[in-house]
């Protein structure tokens, strides 16, 4: 990688670190409880499983964390810059080596047609969980499923100019564009309001929390018998 654009991976992943937290915070619950909020989808009865080996993948599929497409972009910016994802690959690697992860395989038996599924889950899923922190991909952090969605829209009023749509979260895929392809101002700025953001949705998750006398949106919305 270029000496003269490591300060993009610097970028990238400062963007992830703001946003880890507020996943683990706010949102692990309902990726460790993935089949209890699929059961929230309108197509849930379909896809119906019986699990018989391994962890349920949810979204950490072998080969997820690899996407490095931003939907929606143009085309000239539909991937994040090649010189990120150089410098991303070449951290994993080391992550790899020092944690022995490589993912692991799965098996489920599905309902509807009794077919016998069988997968692998990300490279990058070990028993702790993912390995990667600041070297996720875009997929990793964009990606939020519509229950998980539905209940930050209940959260800040309906504000989906906040949240954004269900394929990016808060506009990371923008974000992205503008740290692998704008000048150095440009992406300062879009941290800090990506920054803003974040913090903002966060305050108004802590508030409607505190308002509850509890800490997890999981149990408010999906545990709850009034929802």
């Not at 829209?153 to 990371?172: I, K, Q, R, T, Y």
């Not at 913090?199 to 919305?221: D, G, I, N």
Request: hydrophobic content about 35%; aromatic content about 10%.
């Amino acid at each position: 990688m270029s000496v003269n654009n490591e300060w993009r991976l610097a970028a990238y992943k400062e963007l992830v670190d703001c946003l880890n937290p507020f996943f683990s915070i706010y949102l692990g619950d309902y990726c460790r409880n993935c089949r209890q909020v699929i059961g929230r989808l309108s197509e849930a009865a379909e896809e119906s499983i019986d699990l018989l080996e391994g962890v349920y993948p949810g979204c950490c599929h072998r080969g997820a964390g690899d996407i490095f497409r931003l939907e929606g972009e143009s085309s000239e910016r539909a991937s994040i810059a090649p010189e990120i994802i150089t410098g991303l690959q070449r951290e994993r690697q080391q992550k790899l080596q020092q944690s022995g992860a490589g993912g692991g395989n799965y098996s489920f038996r599905r309902h509807r047609d009794a077919a016998l599924v069988k997968g692998a889950h990300c490279l990058y899923f070990a028993a702790q969980g993912c390995i990667l922190g600041a070297l996720k991909g875009p997929l990793c952090i964009n990606f939020i499923c519509p229950p998980m969605r539905a209940d930050l829209l209940a959260v800040c009023d309906g504000d989906d100019c906040l949240v954004g749509p269900e394929h990016d979260f808060l506009f990371v895929y923008r974000s992205l564009a503008v740290i692998s392809y704008d000048g150095r101002d440009e992406v300062v700025r879009e941290l800090s309001d990506f920054r803003q953001k974040v913090q903002a949705l966060e305050e108004m998750c802590r508030v409607f929390l505190a308002e509850r006398q509890t800490k997890s949106l999981y149990t408010v919305f999906t545990c709850s018998p009034t929802g």
